[in-house]
């Protein structure tokens, strides 16, 4: 299956190499394409808890799904996902 999801504080090439780089890395995710044009990411998945594995990912590391609440703590993550992305381009 196939999902794409629009998600909130992606900002730039460092957001998107964390976001890339944490998804790659999970078990049957995979053709990982982050757009930071129209703020989503692509990708090809198995079954229903991966989708639910990627949503909870992206949470934690500051990019919610739009319509998810967005605190300032996760906009904070954002901004440390965004600068670890950025030193590991």
Do not use: W
Request: net charge neutral.
């Amino acid at each position: 299956m196939k999902a794409t999801l629009e998600i909130q504080n992606l900002k730039c090439g460092g957001c998107a190499n964390t976001i890339k780089t944490k998804l790659d890395a999970q078990e049957h995710i995979t053709d990982v394409v982050v757009n930071n044009e129209n703020d989503t990411v692509s990708f090809s998945y198995i079954n229903e808890e991966q989708l639910t594995t990627v949503q909870n990912l992206l949470h934690k590391l500051g990019y919610p799904v739009v319509g998810e609440a967005n605190p300032i703590t996760t906009k904070a993550k954002s901004f440390v996902s965004c600068a670890v992305g950025r030193m590991n381009k």
